[in-house]
């Protein structure tokens, strides 16, 4: 029987700034690298070093100010990647249609699934019963793949080219696996299409699993710059799980 | 028992080209709109109305030299769009890595898949034994998905509004539904990124579904500009599949 | 004196429909290509082919649904380019920053601007005696630039290559011309992008000569498809210039 | 006179890998954070953590395969940001068509230019006589700026906010200024659409100005990932102007 896989999230890169010594500015010690550099961006438009206006000064108002007026673009300065795993297949399929971020997924063409995990929706596990059906039919799917495999590789002994012929096995055998298998993989994007992401994603119409997601990754983007994401507000939902709104995100 | 799915391409949208009446050129007869269009914006940059240039004064001849020199942005301005269907979800999850591209998909989440069929790999329909293990293997998912979409529904009456329960119930209940499963989707872009598309899956390495799913779209934007496509060649491989290629395809 | 250059916006392409016959719907006759287009790939993500919904059953309210449930990728699918002339190159590099259109502008590098034209801003025109300011300072740049190109081409004899030649020196003496001088392009993007360029660019606060660009591009484009950009309102200011505004358009 | 503007490049910002802790693999400790990341990103592909092929067991033949095979995506997950000054008005333009990056101006409309400088092309540069005639130009050109502000100022004395007839009276006045006038801005990119850059922009045939900033920020992201841009070849022109080269950069 597939074991079950545990939903895990990492951050693996964010942006350091280098505030340019021969600019009359310094960065706030209390900001963070990613809004320090936001805010240098945002200064070097209006060359405005001297922070001229009180009520931006600081630069957790000065994030907010730009939330405000809807310059946006200055958040495309800094960026952030995570490592995540044990996201379903089909969940990760409707995070890649996120065109402004870089994705690096485990291949099922080159990877052999044998020893790959399912993720259990939080509907079905909630149920033990319901849960059994799940593993079962996850269960049929993976023996159905080895089978599979081995009658494609028995078939075409014609080709020479061994790691080709494995290949060739692997990616018509995966025709059978589920929605549920997991997969892996990295993902960079600008603050401003993280923001954009978790704003239609861990909203509480998105469905659960990339709920999910983006609540964690907006946790740790929280770790990365309070200052960029401290509008959103996460709050719990009757089901248990969470969900995160901002008075920024105007669209889903 | 699923049906197997037949593989359907329809070109559904194509850029009209508006000439303006007052700019002293004249589009080539010969020529489709996309490539007199694509001519258009050179000589736009150029102001090279009265085609100074006795080797690109043919629209065809215009249009590989842009090709010679790179200046691939022109092709940018015209477009087109294709409806598929009978493709994989495995392999409309690959297809939708092309970020330069627009997309609208059948939704797992919104139409319960009773009905859906299921997109056989030709290395598995080439084997009528092997064909049967998968179609077993997607029957049993199917059989799976039915059963959980019941009980998950039974589960959750105490969500009032049927409509949210029912999508609720679909979205956990897919989880057990095989890549192989039929999906449907608009996909279009522009003729710079159908060329970088139909250049990397029209390849020989490509796998052997979305190349299938890129020879045949090559086929369909030929049609709409033989000017802008027919560097490609068609050949066939040992397995009696297609591949495309030209030498214009600098890298993968 | 060089003659002032008067605003050209002309439309050059858009996009054409060809619905398939094999789906079980008609494309409105009320509605145009691009509308139809967007309705198509919206009941292509649920197959509601038969308009179970009475009040999304009309084209124009299809769209207006769109619209107010942010479905806003499904625009992406259609179209238009529009030539434009008599645009100063400040304004010019102003549109050229918004990545999501396709651009192929007159070069100041291959073209001699010679006979080119300046484009004088609203404020100034006003007055005949700042009119008069400003075309003498720019009649003062157009001498300096031929004087420079004469020069530089004199000085580097030693290249034989008289095309190139003239090229370096056209580079060089550009450097003089103003911000007013004219230049002309072509500009292609989707009607997602297109109502995104106007809702930022017809605005109130945008830079006159931009919202004269984006104002003529929203009559444009409304000709093109009235569906997808008639939720706009377009109004006169006290300087008798005008502006546009939606409902939709949440942020500048 | 206006005072001349040296060129100058900082790097700004870059980004830091942290590798996660719970997979078995390490960073090469003679890789640098951005290269390591690419090779993370390449083996979380295919799970090769172990460095199974000896050919690209070190990081920087790591990269090199990565070129090699054009798996160009995974050099998206490593950004860095530079902050340009020196640069001209008509160069920026042409910087800001690379669409992949992203950028922060100082305004013309919001900064007044009575201070702002005049960047001189190297060809006119070189003849102290030819430079007079550049610099007599942009001379007059920006005393007719101040004119052109201060008659339009005086003109709009209607408008009571003072903040906003500046504003107006800069917006119109900008358009003397020439091509010549001073920018900065600050522009970030991943290493992808950095390579594509520096491909495009320090090649032979490139304008001047803009092959200077080319092979200047190739030496400073030399300096952040010698890995990633090591390929390139730095060489000098017969007019003692540097170019940079790759056999990996296919096309212009």
């Known amino acids: 029987m597939p074991t079950t896989s545990e939903f895990s999230a990492r951050l693996i890169s964010q942006t350091t700034f280098i505030p340019p010594e021969d600019v009359p500015w310094e960065p706030s010690p209390a900001g963070g690298d990613a809004s320090n550099l936001v805010e240098f961006a945002g200064r070097a438009c209006y060359e405005t070093w001297d922070r001229p206006n009180p009520h931006t000064a600081e630069n957790d108002a000065y994030v907010r100010h730009i939330l405000d007026v809807g310059h946006l673009s200055l958040l495309e300065h800094a960026s952030a990647g995570v490592y995540l795993r044990g996201v379903s297949r089909s969940c990760a ?3 890649m249609r996120h065109r ?3 994705f ?3 291949s099922q063409r080159y990877v052999p699934a044998e ?3 399912v993720v259990v929706p939080d509907a079905v596990a909630a149920d033990p019963e319901i849960a059994e059906l799940l593993l079962h039919a996850t269960d049929v799917a993976r023996d159905a ?3 599979l495999l081995e009658a494609i590789e ?3 002994t014609g080709e020479s080219n061994s790691v080709l012929r494995a290949k060739q096995a692997r990616q018509a055998a995966r025709a059978v696996l589920p929605n549920a298998t997991e997969t892996r993989f990295v993902m960079t994007g600008n603050m401003r299409s993280w923001r954009h992401f978790i704003g239609m994603r861990a909203a509480e119409h998105a469905d659960p699993e990339i709920r ?5 990754c907006l946790g740790l983007l929280r770790g990365v710059s309070p200052e960029i994401f401290d509008d959103f507000t996460i709050t719990e939902l009757r089901d248990g799980s969470l969900m995160a709104t ?7």
Request: net charge negative; hydrophobic share 35%.
């Open 154 to 156: 028995a078939r075409t």
């Open 115 to 117: 020893q790959s995990e």
């Open 104 to 106: 690096s997924q485990l």
């Open 212 to 216: 999910r997601v983006a609540v964690r």
């Open 93 to 95: 399929h409707e995070i």
């Open 246 to 252: 901002s008075p920024y995100v105007a669209d889903i």
């Open 145 to 147: 793949y080895e089978e």
């Open 100 to 102: 402004h971020f870089s």
